[in-house]
């Protein structure tokens, strides 16, 4: 089969157009079948998956299909062919030593008990932010007045780190999802986290705290095989810099769909109960990235197509968890939507170690916006709002606001 769709061409006009058109895939599934052939951005070739049940295999398969490619590095043209493993780069790895990493990320993000527990916190950083932007000249850019400090402080938070020190976080995230940017501007932003990140490894070892650097390495240092320096390393640069950039770009979209769908923001406003469908309704609905790379490990087949070992395979997630097969009217906004078990969180051993946190998040943000600034409106048409060029995740850049008031948080 021959390349039929160049994905770096097809993103970049999604950005430039309607921030709310189909993932990429899923509009060609009816031209191509469940199966397309694809160029990446970063030049690779690859088998786009379409199907639920087809993308939710190959996901979930570690014996037909490896992730040492990188799930992202067939977006970046910078990170292709992939460079050797780093110490703890967990995302690329597979089987037990991939369980060893996770593990000791699954207890800190995904722990019902863990996630509990951050509840007050994240519902104290969002009534401090919009407190903060209470009082501020509008229109009010909520993406960076609002979404990105937001996620910033849990993270701050959950790390116990300052929040002075955020535009670290803020190159370094940047600098991961940057189409655009050069190997030599990205491994500078990346030596100073990790530069700050060796810091706090020496300063948790003598004052262990109640953070989840700390957690890691008491419980590391009691097991039978400890996390080194250099894994560790990369274990506190992942949970600094891949967490809220992701969540804060999510969060924005969010605001800005309900104002081109008022109805189902006016639905979500008599009936907050709703926010926790109403979350994962909105991660299944708007368009990510354009898949989840895997490799071949041995030859087999997908939908008729036969697939050599070697070959890589994208993961449409986006094309997935729009089939029809699974989810009725799948292009309709259903913020009541149950079930709803779409893939944009992944599936599988590598599936979003964070998802738990991050649906945390944009519920207590959600629910807070709606309930505290009943008036907020999107201060130019939706049309007019900007969107993202140059990071693999797609949505608004900035998004302007007005609101007549913000209304007192409510005792905790």
Same mark, same amino acid.
């Given at each position: 089969?021959?390349?039929?769709?160049? &994905?770096?061409?097809?993103a970049?006009?999604?950005?430039?157009?309607c921030p709310?058109?189909?993932?990429?895939?899923?509009?060609?599934t009816d &031209?191509n *079948?469940?199966? $397309?052939?694809? %160029?990446t951005?970063?030049?690779?070739?690859?088998w786009m998956?379409?199907?639920?049940?087809?993308v939710?295999?190959?996901?979930?398969?570690?014996?037909?299909?490896?992730?040492? /490619?990188?799930?992202?590095?067939?977006? &970046?043209?910078?990170?292709?062919p992939?460079?050797?493993?780093?110490?703890g780069?967990?995302?690329r790895m597979?089987?037990?030593?991939?369980?060893?990493?996770?593990? $000791?990320?699954g207890?800190?993000l995904?722990? /019902?008990?863990?996630i509990?527990?951050? %509840?007050p916190a994240?519902? %104290?950083?969002?009534?401090e932010?919009?407190?903060?932007?209470?009082?501020a000249?509008?229109?009010?850019?909520l993406?960076e007045?609002?979404?990105?400090?937001?996620t910033?402080?849990?993270?701050?938070?959950?790390m116990?780190?300052?929040?002075?020190?955020?535009?670290?976080?803020?190159?370094?995230?940047? /600098?991961?999802?940057d189409?655009?940017?050069?190997?030599?501007?990205a491994?500078a932003?990346?030596?100073k986290?990790?530069?700050?990140v @060796?810091?706090?490894?020496?300063d948790?070892?003598e004052?262990?705290g109640? !953070?989840?650097?700390?957690?890691?390495?008491t419980?590391?240092?009691? *097991?039978?095989?400890?996390?080194? !320096?250099?894994?560790?390393?990369?274990?506190?640069?992942a949970?600094?810099? /891949?967490?809220?950039?992701?969540t804060?770009?999510?969060?924005?979209?969010?605001m800005l769909?309900?104002?081109?769908?008022?109805?189902?923001?006016a639905r979500?406003v008599?009936?907050p109960?709703? $926010?926790?469908?109403?979350?994962?309704?909105?991660v299944?609905y708007l368009?990510?990235?354009?898949?989840i790379?895997r490799q071949?490990?041995?030859?087999?087949?997908?939908?008729?197509?036969?697939?050599?070992?070697?070959?890589?395979?994208l993961a *449409?997630?986006?094309? *997935?968890?729009h089939? $029809?097969?699974?989810?009725? !009217?799948p292009?309709?906004? !259903?913020?009541?939507r149950?079930p709803?078990?779409?893939?944009?969180f992944g @599936?599988?051993?590598?599936?979003c170690?964070g998802?738990?946190?991050?649906r945390?998040?944009? %519920?207590v943000?959600l629910?807070?916006?709606?309930? @505290?600034?009943?008036?907020?409106?999107?201060?130019v048409?939706?049309?007019?709002?900007?969107l993202?060029?140059?990071n693999?995740?797609?949505g608004?850049?900035?998004l302007?606001v007005?609101?007549?008031?913000?209304?007192?948080?409510q005792?905790?």
């Open positions: 089969m021959s390349v039929s769709t160049d &994905l770096s061409a097809r970049v006009d999604r950005a430039r157009g709310f058109a189909a993932a990429a895939g899923h509009e060609e &031209l *079948g469940p199966v $397309a052939r694809v %160029r951005p970063a030049g690779i070739d690859a998956v379409n199907r639920y049940d087809d939710r295999d190959v996901l979930s398969d570690a014996t037909r299909f490896s992730s040492g /490619a990188g799930s992202i590095n067939h977006m &970046l043209p910078r990170m292709w992939p460079q050797p493993m780093e110490p780069d967990f995302n597979d089987g037990a030593e991939h369980l060893r990493f996770r593990r $000791a990320f207890i800190e995904g722990a /019902a008990k863990r509990d527990g951050l %509840r994240v519902q %104290r950083i969002v009534d932010r919009l407190d903060a932007i209470a009082g000249e509008q229109p009010v850019d993406h007045l609002f979404s990105k400090p937001v910033t402080a849990v993270i701050a938070d959950l116990d780190v300052p929040y002075e020190d955020r535009q670290l976080f803020h190159d370094s995230a940047s /600098a991961a999802l189409i655009n940017i050069d190997v030599e501007t491994t932003a990346f030596d986290l990790k530069a700050y @060796r810091k706090l490894l020496v948790r070892r004052n262990p109640d !953070d989840a650097l700390s957690h890691i390495i419980r590391s240092e009691a *097991g039978e095989k400890p996390f080194t !320096d250099d894994e560790l390393e990369s274990i506190g640069f949970l600094i810099s /891949a967490g809220f950039d992701v804060a770009g999510m969060l924005t979209f969010i769909t309900l104002f081109e769908f008022p109805d189902e923001m979500l008599e009936d109960s709703l $926010a926790p469908t109403a979350v994962d309704e909105f299944r368009p990510g990235n354009v898949g790379l071949a490990i041995v030859d087999t087949e997908i939908a008729g197509v036969q697939i050599k070992a070697g070959d890589y395979v *449409g997630i986006g094309a *997935g968890s089939d $029809a097969e699974v989810f009725p !009217d292009e309709k906004l !259903d913020l009541a149950t709803n078990s779409h893939l944009n @599936r599988g051993p590598h599936a170690v998802q738990q946190l991050a945390l998040e944009l %519920r943000a629910e807070t916006v709606l309930r @505290r600034v009943p008036s907020l409106r999107c201060a048409p939706v049309s007019e709002v900007p993202r060029e140059d693999i995740v797609p608004p850049a900035h302007p007005v609101f007549d008031e913000v209304l007192p948080a005792e905790q």
